[in-house]
């Protein structure tokens, strides 16, 4: 089975929706405008019960099939990232500094377009909840919506979300169980020295020295402290220090990430940015004052959801079209908190392109709207084939 046929056939609307999110760019916790919108779709669409408000601007939609049944969750996120864009399609952002860079825009598009066509058709038993996510980029809107009673108020059996993947072939899914983003940290080093003349550095105590010396010692903790089959990283990439060519600061920050998927990685991480940063700080007598800010677990997808989801996917792209991701990738989603608290999986929808076109989180990037369908289509057959109706 291919595409739906229903849900081609409204293919152009759904351009347009994603097209007009994209256009109006709204950042973690401030999507008021894109909320506003979802809930007035999800209602005239039919839905049996709209609720926002959830985690500030969250929106969940209720549909009822024909008949009783479990529940399944669906989500997508909604919020856009702090980018100037610089894609220069027609469709481009009108908010200086904000742009949809992710693709959140696409992937609200589908979830609304596979809850227009569940609510038209009902073909399921049970309760389908189609969850609207604010503040995915480093805003914890997946963990506010746990917290603030998501599956309590409604419960459900599994949940699944669904990204899209510039640089995988257009249209196809991909796949895996166990791992398939990393646990996220911010790291936040402070190094206070003594600041004085560029001339006269003997009577100073140099932070910026002392920084570069920070930053080369903390490549080696990967390297040289983490089994060399598991996978972690840590990168500062950024630095502020000092204001005038001559003069020696007082302070300088750094701040930069950590990624792993095992727990016992991210412990090893966390220790050793500390150590290292204090130690070398004190041997060179200034301070580092560490902070290692746990953001998000690793996204781990459980084996039969993820068995399940699989089989919605050959049947909406065909078999050789849906395939397993062999490696999981370092960036992180907080999704990862829906998944500790229920069984459920996270996809990759390739977006087609090549490798020298923009990726994710780049100011020339554009969600690929001929993927809509075949997103929207994976999640309504989700739902069919998880709550078939009773013969």
Not at 65 to 85: C, F, H, S, T
Not at 126 to 154: H, K, N
Not at 282 to 306: K, Q
Request: with cysteine; hydrophobic share 45%; glycine share 12%.
């Amino acid at each position: 089975m291919p595409v739906i046929n229903r849900i081609a056939e409204f293919h152009d609307e759904m351009t347009a929706w994603r097209r007009d999110f994209h256009r109006h760019p709204e950042l973690n916790f401030q999507e008021v405008r894109t909320s506003r919108i979802v809930a007035e779709r999800l209602r005239a669409f039919g839905c049996d019960e709209v609720v926002t408000g959830i985690a500030t601007t969250g929106v969940v939609g209720v549909i009822k099939g024909r008949g009783e049944g479990e529940a399944i969750g669906l989500r997508a996120d909604m919020d856009a990232l702090p980018i100037q864009e610089e894609s220069g399609v027609p469709h481009a952002s009108g908010t200086p500094g904000v742009m949809h860079a992710c693709g959140h825009d696409g992937h609200t598009a589908m979830l609304l377009g596979a809850a227009r066509y569940l609510a038209e058709t009902r073909n399921f038993s049970g309760t389908v909840y189609v969850i609207f996510q604010p503040a995915e980029e480093m805003g914890g809107g997946g963990e506010v919506m746990v917290r603030e009673g998501l599956f309590e108020r409604f419960p459900m059996r599994r949940v699944y979300g669904l990204h899209n993947w510039p640089g995988l072939p257009e249209g196809e899914i991909h796949w895996r169980v166990g791992p398939v983003m990393a646990a996220v940290a911010d790291i936040r080093i402070a190094v206070t020295g003594k600041g004085a003349h560029g001339a006269m550095p003997h009577l100073g105590n140099d932070p910026i020295v002392i920084a570069a010396q920070i930053v080369t010692a903390l490549q080696s903790i990967v390297a040289r402290n983490v089994e060399p089959v598991e996978a972690g990283v840590v990168t500062i990439g950024e630095i502020r220090g000092g204001n005038a060519f001559n003069v020696i600061p007082e302070t300088v920050h750094l701040r930069g990430t950590a990624r792993w998927f095992l727990p016992e990685v991210g412990d090893v991480l966390e220790a050793k940015v500390k150590a290292l940063s204090a130690g070398i700080a004190a041997a060179f007598g200034a301070t580092a004052e560490v902070e290692f800010l746990r953001m998000y677990p690793a996204t781990v997808n459980e084996e039969a959801s993820t068995a399940l989801a699989a089989e919605a996917a050959r049947a909406v792209a065909g078999e050789a079209r849906v395939r397993h991701l062999s490696k999981p990738t370092m960036g992180g989603e907080d999704f990862s908190f829906m998944l500790n608290a229920k069984d459920g999986a996270y996809l990759m929808l390739g977006a087609g392109r090549s490798a020298a076109d923009p990726g994710v989180h780049h100011p020339r990037y554009d969600f690929n709207d001929a993927v809509l369908p075949v997103g929207a289509s994976w999640w309504a057959t989700l739902v069919e084939r998880q709550l078939p109706r009773p013969d």
